[in-house]
């Protein structure tokens, strides 16, 4: 007979305490001091590249990357949860609302550009190019678009599978924004999903999908799907670098953004090195690495600038024109 | 051909039938091993033990996510193991044997365990995550685990008490002792390598769990391993997850490699709890 | 000694009282979560509504897509494992001697103890694949990877609780064929199964509720777009994956689509309970009648 381990009673007993005592030793709730940032799954790739070299610089400091989506991060952000929010989008109306009940006065810091790419098949021999009016007409509420053929004639006579983020991403209000003006409102049947990756993946299989997706994921997903070029009026335009830098790739091409809360910025020097890093080579290097596009030096300058005089509020606020163009009032 | 012979060959076939069926248990097995280890072996090397986790898939490591599995486990294991060992030895050796509350007990214990996962992850979310206030921290994630493992311990527990003989306690009592020394002294001994075999299950199934820590919060990118019970946390199927649903085939070997370490430490868990089980039959048999 | 006997009895008491209300607690809470969504949609709609498009405008929250990719999966899984569950449990309790009977276990159980998101990877990167080259119509994720993966994992429950209940079927009944002339397959076929068939029986909805909670593994395999359909080609939403989704991303506490993920979780809920409790009475059964 073995089992000498249980011998031991009070031993036992002692640990029936351990979880008691893990759970009362708890009550001072020590504010943690980690870096925790939430919020755009476009700009996760981006942000857990540069929460990556930063790290790497600073040993010792835990820097924590979620990807729950803009509105989710806002959220977050909004209730103390976490330390810097990534957009997609700048904060929208009601959200500056709330910022401004809670009195919690935020630094905004675009750090780089974003081209939402539309994006079908490889199997898809038939869409070269579309118009934003083509594009319009099939996503809108209102859309009576349902098949390919409703969109050009000589398209082939076969259902349409729309695919989207769902409605937390700031890449869905943004498209929506850019497909119904004013109302910014989706087609219903859009079949929608939390990841980017599973999105992509989808459309890469039916050669009737279309969707749309933050550059990198179809920088990434080349092989499997193509990005349809636009013509928002001067032309067809594909998604690429220069086209978003210089403003061709019009409503679709957008900055991305951190917030911070000037409080925080101010008190914990982590979270400025951590702005500071973003906003270096060094960070910019990790944009075009995750394939977004980067700040043109001008307006990385503007930033700096704007970060450094610790401006609060958002330059984006005032209306939903979203385009890159906006950047420059920067200055 | 008679009949007679007829039933001899569908007899014979019939038992070929049954064997091939059993063989396709051990033709998964060793598919399973073999995929993961011919896509992961190559990524997995020291370095991929104690790096970090990177953005980069032929930089990234696991360091942070083993870690944290480990730390979370453990937690859990604190809080399971002797929860559920009491309410077994109170239900096996205390409680009134034919009183309705003895029989609740029981179906509540047995109804548990069939409860999934994700829906422990949900009780989690809204009680520890949101209504404790605990966020997504090391001790969220590891009570709602425990949830996951206590109904586990608990059934091993009973299973390994009940094969006690009832003589040890009867002799034990007729000594004079007390029902508790009794219990201490004799029947939990007499029962410790069944109660050791079902916390080691109970680890390894810990170990493996994705979907319940999803849901309370693990997070997807973390620099540093965790450091004590407040804090964020990723483990080390959450980020097989993660890497194999990213685009970049590099990911997928990483996950591989992943899986490989995952594997490597559950096959082993499991080969000692074999062992140990196998050592319990031959001392009760001599 | 006395007095620390006493104060174990209590701390075990307080344990088991625990586990009791834990059960208890699961249901409050579930329950208590969904309430608020169930003021917004009616149970009826909820349950048998044809849409499932939380991010719709207005929302729909109509069960049947997920519900369908759950069954469908669930079913299909069932349908692949539990012949082989049932002659695996046939071949190593009827036709196995001891040793081989230990030896071929061994693959069973070391499969039981294989994480759910190793198999999500195998169903992603083995079985797809492999199904892609036999018909290229498949998706990347698909109903039926996630349908061949469920099943390897449910094989080893279903052949060990069949294997019990084959075990406990008493040995006269076998000896009285084998008088009677039967071969070892009709004694089988004719006698064995028919008297541990609601011990079968049970191993069946064990592994039904097994597989209807699984999660990881179906999210991976059959990725998450919710759509009315049984197509096995396709990619398909379960119970599960909503759940599991939707908490990566939009689960903003209080709203709607919060809620649904309760809601949805208390729809499972009830759905393993009432197989496990079918499947307990089914074991005690089966016990009583063989006493």
Same mark, same amino acid.
């Given at each position: 007979?073995?089992?000498?381990?249980?011998?031991?009673?009070?031993?036992?007993?002692?640990?029936?305490?351990?979880?008691?005592l893990?759970?009362?030793?708890?009550?001072g709730h020590?504010?943690?001091?980690?870096?925790?940032?939430?919020?755009?799954?476009?700009?996760?790739?981006?942000?857990?590249?540069?929460?990556?070299?930063?790290?790497?610089?600073?040993?010792?400091?835990?820097?924590?990357?979620?990807?729950?989506?803009?509105?989710?991060?806002?959220?977050?952000?909004?209730?103390?949860?976490?330390?810097?929010?990534?957009?997609?989008?700048?904060?929208?109306?009601?959200?500056?609302?709330?910022?401004?009940a809670?009195?919690?006065?935020?630094?905004?810091?675009?750090?780089?550009?974003?081209?939402? *790419?539309?994006?079908? *098949?490889?199997?898809?021999?038939?869409?070269?190019?579309?118009s934003l009016?083509?594009?319009?007409n099939?996503?809108?509420?209102?859309?009576?678009?349902?098949?390919?053929?409703?969109?050009?004639?000589?398209?082939?006579?076969?259902?349409?599978?729309?695919?989207?983020?769902?409605?937390?991403?700031?890449?869905?209000?943004?498209?929506?924004?850019?497909?119904?003006?004013?109302?910014?409102?989706?087609?219903?049947?859009?079949?929608?999903?939390?990841?980017?990756?599973?999105?992509?993946?989808?459309?890469?299989?039916?050669?009737?999908?279309?969707?749309?997706?933050g550059l990198?994921?179809?920088?990434?997903?080349?092989?499997?799907v193509?990005?349809?070029?636009?013509?928002?009026?001067?032309?067809?335009?594909?998604?690429?670098?220069?086209?978003?830098r210089?403003d061709r790739?019009?409503?679709?091409?957008?900055?991305?953004?951190?917030?911070?809360?000037?409080?925080a910025?101010?008190?914990?020097?982590?979270?400025?090195?951590?702005v500071?890093?973003?906003l *270096?080579?060094s960070?910019?290097?990790?944009?075009?690495?995750?394939?977004?596009?980067?700040?043109?030096?001008?307006?990385?300058?503007?930033?700096?600038r704007?970060?450094?005089?610790?401006?609060?509020?958002?330059?984006?606020?005032?209306?939903?024109?979203?385009?890159?163009?906006?950047?420059?009032?920067?200055? | 051909?008679?009949?007679y012979?007829?039933?001899?060959?569908?007899?014979?076939?019939?038992?070929?039938?049954?064997?091939?069926?059993?063989?396709?248990?051990?033709?998964a #097995?060793?598919?399973?091993?073999?995929?993961?280890?011919?896509? /992961?072996?190559?990524?997995?090397?020291?370095?991929?033990?104690? +790096?970090?986790?990177?953005?980069r898939?032929?930089?990234?490591?696991?360091?942070?996510?083993?870690?944290?599995?480990?730390?979370?486990?453990?937690?859990?294991m604190?809080?399971?193991?002797?929860?559920?060992?009491? +309410?077994?030895?109170?239900m096996?050796? @205390?409680?009134?044997?034919? +009183?309705?509350?003895?029989?609740l007990?029981?179906?509540a214990?047995?109804? @548990?365990a069939?409860?999934?996962?994700?829906?422990?992850? @949900?009780? /989690?979310?809204?009680?520890?995550v949101?209504?404790?206030? #605990?966020?997504?921290?090391?001790?969220?994630?590891? !009570?709602? !685990?425990?949830?996951?493992?206590?109904?586990?311990?608990?059934?091993?527990?009973?299973?390994?008490?009940?094969s006690v003989?009832?003589?040890?306690?009867?002799? +034990?009592?007729? #000594?004079?002792?007390t029902?508790w020394?009794?219990?201490?002294?004799?029947?939990?001994?007499?029962?410790?390598?069944?109660?050791?075999?079902?916390?080691?299950?109970a680890?390894s199934?810990?170990?493996?769990?994705?979907?319940?820590?999803?849901?309370?919060?693990?997070?997807y990118?973390?620099?540093?391993?965790p450091?004590?019970?407040?804090?964020?946390?990723?483990? #080390?199927?959450?980020?097989i997850?993660?890497?194999?649903?990213?685009?970049?085939?590099?990911?997928?070997s990483?996950a591989?490699?992943?899986?490989?370490?995952?594997?490597?430490?559950?096959l082993?868990?499991?080969?000692?709890?074999?062992?140990?089980?196998?050592?319990?039959?031959k001392?009760?048999?001599? | 000694m006395?007095?620390?006997?006493?104060?174990?009895?209590?701390?075990?008491?307080?344990?088991a009282?625990g586990?009791?209300?834990?059960?208890?607690?699961?249901?409050?809470?579930?329950?208590?979560?969904?309430?608020?969504?169930?003021?917004?949609?009616?149970?009826s709609?909820?349950?048998?509504?044809?849409?499932?498009?939380?991010?719709g405008? %207005?929302? =729909?929250?109509?069960?049947?897509?997920?519900?369908?990719?759950?069954? =469908?999966?669930?079913?299909?899984?069932?349908?692949?494992?539990?012949?082989?569950?049932?002659?695996?449990?046939?071949?190593?309790?009827?036709?196995?001697?001891?040793?081989?009977?230990?030896v071929?276990?061994?693959?069973? =159980?070391?499969?039981?103890?294989v %994480?759910?998101?190793?198999?999500?990877?195998?169903?992603?990167?083995?079985? $797809?694949?492999?199904?892609?080259?036999?018909?290229?119509?498949?998706?990347?994720?698909?109903?039926?990877?996630?349908?061949?993966?469920v099943?390897?994992?449910?094989?080893?429950?279903?052949?060990?609780v069949?294997?019990?209940a084959?075990?406990?079927? %008493?040995e006269?009944?076998?000896e009285?064929?084998?008088?009677?002339g039967f071969?070892?397959?009709?004694?089988?076929?004719?006698?064995v199964?028919?008297?541990?068939?609601?011990?079968?029986?049970a191993?069946?909805?064990?592994?039904?509720?097994?597989?209807?909670?699984?999660?990881?593994?179906?999210?991976?395999?059959?990725?998450?777009?919710?759509?009315?359909?049984?197509?096995?080609?396709?990619?398909?939403?379960?119970m599960?994956s909503?759940?599991? $989704?939707?908490?990566?991303?939009?689960? =903003?506490?209080?709203?709607?689509?919060?809620?649904?993920?309760?809601?949805?979780?208390?729809?499972?809920?009830?759905?393993?309970f009432?197989?496990?409790v079918?499947?307990?009475?089914?074991?005690?059964?089966?016990?009583?009648?063989?006493?």
């Amino acid at each position: 007979m073995r089992g000498g381990q249980w011998a031991k009673g009070p031993a036992f007993l002692g640990l029936f305490l351990v979880p008691a005592l893990l759970c009362s030793c708890r009550g001072g709730h020590v504010p943690a001091k980690d870096l925790v940032i939430d919020g755009s799954s476009t700009a996760y790739p981006i942000v857990s590249a540069v929460a990556d070299d930063f790290s790497k610089r600073n040993p010792g400091l835990t820097v924590i990357v979620n990807k729950s989506g803009t509105g989710s991060g806002m959220q977050k952000f909004l209730r103390g949860e976490i330390d810097i929010a990534a957009a997609s989008r700048p904060v929208d109306a009601r959200e500056a609302q709330a910022l401004r009940a809670a009195n919690l006065p935020f630094l905004e810091i675009p750090f780089a550009y974003d081209g939402v *790419s539309v994006i079908v *098949s490889r199997k898809n021999t038939w869409v070269d190019r579309m118009s934003l009016k083509e594009l319009q007409n099939a996503w809108k509420q209102t859309s009576a678009v349902a098949k390919w053929s409703d969109i050009r004639s000589g398209w082939p006579s076969q259902p349409i599978d729309f695919y989207g983020p769902t409605d937390n991403h700031g890449t869905y209000e943004y498209f929506s924004e850019a497909m119904a003006p004013g109302s910014a409102s989706l087609r219903r049947d859009v079949q929608t999903n939390q990841e980017y990756n599973a999105i992509v993946q989808a459309i890469a299989d039916d050669r009737n999908g279309i969707g749309y997706v933050g550059l990198s994921y179809f920088a990434y997903n080349q092989d499997k799907v193509r990005a349809v070029p636009i013509d928002f009026g001067n032309g067809y335009v594909s998604p690429t670098p220069e086209t978003i830098r210089d403003d061709r790739y019009r409503v679709l091409s957008r900055p991305l953004f951190l917030y911070v809360s000037k409080a925080a910025y101010d008190s914990r020097p982590d979270i400025r090195h951590f702005v500071e890093f973003v906003l *270096s080579a060094s960070g910019e290097d990790d944009v075009a690495e995750t394939h977004y596009v980067k700040l043109p030096m001008e307006a990385l300058s503007a930033v700096r600038r704007h970060v450094a005089a610790e401006k609060v509020g958002s330059v984006m606020e005032p209306g939903r024109a979203l385009t890159v163009s906006r950047l420059a009032q920067l200055e | 051909m008679s009949l007679y012979s007829r039933r001899r060959a569908v007899d014979r076939a019939f038992g070929w039938i049954c064997g091939a069926a059993t063989l396709v248990g051990l033709a998964a #097995l060793v598919s399973i091993l073999v995929k993961i280890a011919w896509d /992961g072996a190559p990524r997995l090397g020291p370095s991929f033990l104690t +790096s970090a986790l990177s953005h980069r898939p032929e930089e990234t490591g696991v360091a942070p996510a083993v870690v944290g599995s480990i730390f979370v486990v453990l937690l859990t294991m604190a809080m399971a193991g002797p929860v559920g060992i009491c +309410s077994a030895v109170y239900m096996e050796e @205390l409680a009134p044997v034919r +009183s309705r509350m003895t029989w609740l007990m029981r179906q509540a214990t047995n109804n @548990l365990a069939g409860v999934p996962s994700v829906v422990y992850g @949900l009780i /989690g979310l809204a009680v520890f995550v949101r209504w404790f206030g #605990l966020g997504a921290s090391v001790l969220s994630g590891a !009570l709602t !685990l425990a949830l996951v493992v206590l109904p586990m311990v608990v059934i091993v527990t009973q299973q390994a008490l009940r094969s006690v003989p009832s003589s040890y306690r009867e002799a +034990s009592l007729a #000594l004079g002792a007390t029902q508790w020394q009794a219990i201490r002294t004799v029947v939990l001994p007499a029962a410790s390598q069944g109660i050791w075999t079902g916390l080691l299950l109970a680890f390894s199934r810990a170990m493996g769990e994705t979907a319940p820590l999803m849901v309370v919060g693990a997070a997807y990118y973390v620099t540093t391993p965790p450091r004590g019970f407040g804090d964020s946390y990723t483990v #080390l199927p959450m980020q097989i997850f993660n890497w194999s649903s990213d685009a970049r085939k590099g990911f997928h070997s990483a996950a591989a490699a992943a899986t490989l370490v995952l594997v490597l430490i559950l096959l082993g868990m499991n080969t000692i709890v074999l062992a140990r089980r196998n050592r319990t039959a031959k001392a009760f048999r001599s | 000694m006395v007095f620390r006997g006493k104060v174990f009895g209590w701390a075990a008491l307080t344990c088991a009282v625990g586990t009791l209300l834990a059960t208890l607690a699961i249901a409050l809470v579930l329950f208590g979560q969904s309430l608020p969504f169930f003021r917004h949609v009616q149970p009826s709609a909820f349950l048998l509504g044809r849409q499932w498009r939380p991010t719709g405008a %207005p929302p =729909e929250y109509g069960l049947l897509p997920l519900l369908a990719g759950s069954l =469908e999966i669930t079913l299909g899984a069932a349908l692949l494992s539990f012949p082989l569950g049932v002659l695996s449990a046939i071949f190593l309790q009827e036709h196995a001697g001891s040793r081989v009977r230990s030896v071929l276990r061994l693959p069973l =159980e070391l499969l039981a103890g294989v %994480p759910a998101v190793v198999y999500g990877y195998l169903g992603l990167f083995l079985v $797809t694949p492999m199904l892609r080259s036999a018909t290229p119509s498949f998706q990347a994720s698909n109903a039926a990877s996630a349908a061949i993966v469920v099943a390897i994992m449910i094989l080893p429950l279903i052949a060990s609780v069949a294997q019990d209940a084959i075990a406990a079927v %008493p040995e006269g009944l076998r000896e009285g064929g084998y008088a009677l002339g039967f071969t070892k397959t009709e004694v089988i076929l004719r006698l064995v199964l028919p008297a541990a068939r609601s011990g079968i029986f049970a191993a069946l909805v064990l592994a039904l509720s097994r597989a209807i909670g699984e999660t990881i593994a179906v999210t991976l395999a059959a990725g998450s777009t919710a759509h009315l359909t049984l197509n096995p080609t396709k990619s398909m939403a379960t119970m599960t994956s909503y759940i599991l $989704t939707t908490t990566q991303g939009d689960a =903003e506490a209080g709203s709607m689509r919060y809620l649904s993920i309760f809601a949805v979780g208390l729809v499972l809920f009830v759905i393993t309970f009432t197989t496990n409790v079918i499947a307990s009475r089914l074991r005690n059964s089966f016990k009583a009648r063989l006493a």
